[in-house]
DNA sequence: TCCCGAAGTTCGATTTAAATG
DNA sequence: GCATTTAAATCGAACTTCGGG
C-alpha cells in the first residue's frame, strides 16, 4: 500500500529513460542511443532524434548515474588524499587540482588524513570502494612511509603524488626541485653581499631537508663561502607544519644567544622564516635592517607579511594541474587499454624577491 | 572472443556476492542478508555466518557501491561548494567539515565556485547528478545574490550555508555573530584607553559589514565613545578576499595623509588588519607602539603574523562541524521520512588578545 | 508459528542480438 | 543487405515472496 504510493511519488521526482520512451513514443533502446549519440545513432533519422531529445527535455530527464557506472564500470571520479589539509601549502595545490579536474568533468573527493597510518588507510579503502578512478596524494609534510607507496601500489589505478619524489614506475610524482631553489636561495643572499649566514634546516626525516641542503652546499662550494657549523641548527621532527613556527622561533634565540653574528638567515620554509623574524623582533633586530630571511614554499601569507618575505616559489598551482593532467593520461590508458608507466616530474621554482632581504652594499 | 577473456579478467579482479555464494555454498541471498546483518540475519545459524564471512574474506569481497547505491538510492556522499578556496577562511571550516563527516562516514565531493555564477550552476548540477545527499555552502566573500538561494533552495536535499545568516526554512545557515564580535573588537581598544579610533569598514554589498558596524555603533553608545566621521573608511567591494589586503594598505595610508591623529585601527578583517600594518611600517609607524590594530576573523596567518594579531576569533571548524551535525540530522529526517525544517545558528566569537593591541595608560 | 534458505524481481541505463519493412 | 527500431540480457546488490521442515 505504502509501496504503491511512493512509487507514484518517485515516478513524479525521477524521471527515467523509461518516462522518456514513453513519452516520446520510442523504445528505451533508442532513447539511450540517442541521448548518448552512441555509434548506431548514425542510422536513427533526424526527426526521431529532435523528438527524442525534446521529451527528454521537457521532462527534464537526468540520467542515474548509479546505473550507468554500474554497467560503464566509471565513477568520473578522483579521490584526493590530503596529509594535512591545515596545512598552508595545501590551498593553492588544491585549487589547481579542482580547476583542473573541472575543465575534465572529473570530481575530487577530498580527504584529509591528519598524518595518520589508520585514517590513510581507511580513507584509501573508502575510495577505492568508491571506485575512483584515479588517486592524487598530496604529500605535504609527510615522514617516510614506505607502508603507505606500497598501499598506493597494489591499488592498481592511475595514482600521483605531490612532494614527495619516488623511485617508483606505478606513481607518477610532481616535485619541487628543492636543490635549485636552496641552491638560489643562498644566490640571492651571497649576491646581495652576505657572507656571515644562518640556516635553519629541515628535519632530517623530512624527504625535502636533505636536497635542500644540498642545494645550500653546492652553491657555498662553487662560491667559496665559508659556512660556520655553530650557525647551523635543525628542526626537530614533528608531525605538525605550524611546529615549524614555534621551532624556528626558538631556534633563532638559540642561534642570537651565540652571540656569533650573522647578517642573513636562510629558513628550511616560510612558516620556519616567520617564526625566525619573531625572535628576531624579541631581540630587537629588524628584518631586513640587521638581518635578512629568505623562506621556501611561497605561502599565500609570505606576500602580506610585513616585512613582505623573500622566498622560493613553489608554482603550487601548476603543480596542482600537473598531477591532474598526469592521472587523466593515465585513466585514458586504462580506458583505451594501453600500457602507461609512471612520469616523474621536478618543476623549477621561483625566487620571488621582496623586503625581508636587502643589500649589504 | 574478447569478451570471454574479458569475462574472466573481470571475475578475477572483481569478486561479486555470487562469488562468495558458490565458495561458501549459500545462495546470494544469504549472503547479502548475512554480510548486510540484515534483519532476517537473526535466523541464520552462527555456522551459517562463520562460513559465509570467512569466504568473503578469502576472496577479499568488497560490495559494489554503484550497485548498492542503485538500489537504496543513497550516495553516502555529501557535496561541499566554496566560493573560494584561496580564502584563507576557508582550511579550518574544511577541516571542520571533513572531520565530522568522517566521523560518519560520508565522504565529502569538494566543488570550488571562483566565486563565479556558471561554476556554481555547472557543479550544483553535477552534485544533484550524483545524488549527494547533501549540501554545505560556504558562503565566505559571497555577494548578495538571491538566485544562488532559489538554485538551493529547489534542490530539497538538506543544506547548510556557512556564512550567511538566512531567513529561509529550507536552507540552515551556520554564522558567527558578527555585532558581538565586533562590539567585544571596540570593547577591548576602549578598555585599553583608546579613545581616536580608525575604521575600515567592509563592502556595503557584503553581509557580514552590516552587522560589524552595527556592533560598532552599539558599543560607541554605550560608551559615550566619539566617532570622527573622516576617520571611518570603506572597503569597495571586489570578488577578490586577497584584494582586501590591497585596499587596506591604500586606506591606511589615506588615513594617514589626512593627518587626524587615531591610536588604534579596527580592520573589517584580519586581511585588512595586515594591509593596515603594513601601511603604517610604511609611515615609519610601529604596531602598537605608535598604534594598535586589530583584525577579525582569526585566520591561520593572524598568530604567525610580527607582531601577532588581536583580533575577533571565528571558530571555524566547529562552524564546520556544526553544518555537518545539521545536514546528518537533515538526512536522517529524510530517512525517516520525517519533517524537518531549517534551523539557524549564530555563534558566538572569541575576542583573541594577541600583540598587536597595546594599553595606552 | 518459527526457522532456514532459495528463486525471482527490482533499481536505471547500456548493449547485444535480432526483428521489422 | 540496408536502414530503423526494439526485446532481452547485463551490471551487482538487496528485498519480497515463497516453500519445506
Redesign the pocket.
Known amino acids: 500500500m505504502q509501496s504503491k504510493d511512493e512509487?507514484l511519488a518517485?515516478k513524479a521526482a525521477?524521471?527515467?529513460?523509461?518516462d522518456v520512451a514513453k513519452d516520446s513514443?520510442?523504445?528505451?533502446?533508442?532513447v539511450?542511443?540517442v541521448?548518448?549519440n552512441?555509434p548506431?545513432a548514425r542510422?536513427?533519422?533526424a526527426v526521431?532524434k529532435k523528438r527524442i531529445e525534446q521529451s527528454a527535455k521537457k521532462l527534464g530527464?537526468?540520467?542515474?548515474l548509479?546505473?550507468?557506472s554500474?554497467?560503464?564500470?566509471r565513477s568520473h571520479t578522483v579521490g584526493v588524499m590530503v596529509f594535512d589539509m591545515t596545512d598552508p601549502y595545501c590551498t593553492l595545490v588544491l585549487r589547481g587540482i579542482e580547476n583542473t579536474l573541472y575543465q575534465s568533468s572529473y570530481l575530487p573527493i577530498l580527504t584529509d588524513v591528519h598524518n595518520e597510518r589508520s585514517r590513510f588507510e581507511r580513507y584509501l579503502e573508502m575510495l577505492l570502494d568508491r571506485r575512483v578512478e584515479a588517486l592524487i596524494v598530496l604529500a605535504n609534510w609527510l615522514f617516510v612511509d614506505i607502508d603507505v607507496l606500497a598501499d598506493l601500489e597494489k591499488s592498481s589505478i592511475p595514482t600521483a603524488m605531490i612532494g614527495r619524489d619516488l623511485r617508483t614506475d606505478s606513481v607518477s610524482s610532481v616535485m619541487v626541485d628543492n636543490e635549485l631553489g636552496a641552491h638560489a636561495a643562498l644566490e640571492h643572499l651571497y649576491s646581495l653581499g652576505h657572507r656571515k649566514i644562518a640556516f635553519i634546516r629541515g628535519p632530517k626525516t623530512l624527504a625535502d631537508s636533505a636536497p635542500r641542503w644540498k642545494g645550500i652546499r653546492s652553491f657555498a662550494k662553487s662560491s667559496g663561502l665559508e659556512m660556520d657549523s655553530r650557525l647551523i641548527v635543525d628542526l626537530p621532527e614533528s608531525r605538525d607544519p605550524i611546529s615549524s613556527f614555534e621551532a624556528g622561533y626558538k631556534l633563532t634565540e638559540d642561534l642570537l644567544r651565540q652571540k656569533r653574528p650573522f647578517t642573513a638567515l636562510v629558513a628550511f620554509d616560510d612558516m620556519t622564516a616567520f617564526g625566525a623574524i619573531r625572535a628576531l623582533a624579541k631581540s630587537g633586530l629588524r628584518v631586513p635592517e640587521h638581518c635578512s630571511v629568505i623562506g621556501f614554499d611561497d605561502i599565500a601569507a609570505s606576500s602580506l607579511y610585513t616585512p613582505s618575505l623573500t622566498t622560493v616559489r613553489q608554482p603550487m598551482e601548476v603543480m596542482g594541474t600537473m598531477a591532474v593532467s598526469l592521472i587523466v593520461d593515465g585513466i585514458n590508458a586504462v580506458q583505451e587499454k594501453r600500457e602507461f608507466s609512471a612520469v616523474h616530474r621536478k618543476v623549477a621554482p621561483e625566487l620571488a624577491v621582496r623586503e625581508s632581504t636587502r643589500s649589504l652594499f
Not at 554500474?70 to 564500470?73: F, I, M, N, T, V
Request: net charge positive; glycine share 2%; hydrophobic share 35%.
Open positions: 512509487k518517485m525521477t524521471i527515467t529513460i523509461r513514443g520510442f523504445s528505451s533502446t533508442t539511450s542511443i541521448l548518448n552512441a548506431l542510422y536513427i533519422p526521431t530527464y537526468r540520467p542515474n548509479f546505473a550507468r554500474l554497467r560503464s564500470k
